[in-house]
């Protein structure tokens, strides 16, 4: 939408093939709170963005302006205390019109060839990235240019990485507990399937029951001396994998299949701003409500 309430234009942009070109569902994030899904066109490396621009002044008036201009732009954005900085790591641009008068609805055109979109979209909870198309009419008479703006996603392919022999993963209390989590690998794509098993080798203690986790560790540098990073986990399912307190020698079978959960990719310093981490949690819960846990990363990718 226009960032301002009453402004005297409408902006219109279309996308080429919008209507039938495949779409993301994504759920925002703002402080921590989900906010309604919203579609996204999606677009991949190197892929062309071209589409049109419509401007129509409003009740048949006449508008001035000193241009019209359309950009592509990659930012990140992030929030540390209630402050949002945005960086652009992207930044193409078209003139549309030169400085004149609008008296009737104009279409322009516009097209940015084989764009390099070196990141993966993301929305989170302390920080976006963000792929938008923006169209700005610049006032002739007016403080303040008249914007519009349409985002589009972006998704990064990457071949399947080699894959190591299996994970262990311990946990134990001295005289009183000894398990062994083992998984088939560290390194998954997102609609791979975790296959793995827990082994009792001491029990000791009165085990209620035991769940298993996936945890999006969300990493921010804030470029502060004072909090040089924010963390924020997301917990992204939770389910109860045994209940009843087991016996030494039980094997308990893990089968998680990934893709119906909502998963990104690890993102690993991304242009210096954030990282993401996915965590496999495994947490035991005795009679008298202690928690035993131990967590372990593994590497999501997209193919």
Not at 215 to 239: K, M
């Amino acid at each position: 939408m226009s960032f301002f309430y009453k402004a005297p234009l409408d902006i219109e942009i279309r996308l080429e093939n919008e209507d039938t070109r495949k779409t993301v569902e994504v759920k925002s994030q703002a402080k921590g709170k989900l906010q309604a899904k919203e579609k996204y066109p999606l677009y991949e490396d190197g892929e062309t963005v071209r589409g049109t621009v419509t401007v129509r002044a409003k009740d048949g008036r006449r508008v001035d302006h000193l241009g019209i201009k359309v950009q592509l732009l990659g930012t990140i954005e992030v929030v540390h205390q209630d402050t949002k900085s945005a960086d652009d790591f992207l930044s193409l641009s078209q003139e549309l019109a030169a400085p004149g008068e609008l008296k009737h609805p104009e279409t322009y055109s516009f097209e940015f060839k084989n764009v390099e979109k070196q990141y993966e979209s993301y929305h989170g909870a302390q920080v976006n990235l963000r792929y938008v198309v923006r169209v700005s009419v610049h006032r002739k008479s007016a403080s303040y240019d008249v914007l519009r703006e349409k985002e589009l996603w972006c998704y990064s392919y990457n071949s399947p990485p080699e894959v190591p022999a299996s994970v262990k993963m311990d946990i134990g209390i001295e005289d009183c507990l000894h398990l062994e989590f083992e998984y088939s690998k560290s390194r998954y794509s997102l609609k791979d399937v975790i296959v793995g098993r827990i082994y009792f080798l001491l029990v000791r203690l009165k085990i209620k029951h035991m769940e298993l986790s996936l945890i999006r560790r969300e990493i921010v540098n804030t470029g502060s001396a004072q909090q040089p990073q924010q963390l924020h986990n997301e917990t992204l399912v939770r389910f109860e994998i045994m209940d009843g307190a087991p016996v030494r020698g039980e094997t308990i079978p893990i089968r998680l299949f990934l893709g119906g959960f909502d998963l990104t990719p690890t993102y690993k310093d991304v242009n210096k701003k954030f990282s993401t981490k996915t965590l496999l949690s495994l947490v035991l819960i005795d009679e008298d409500a202690r928690r035993y846990f131990k967590q372990s990363e593994i590497v999501l990718y997209r193919e």
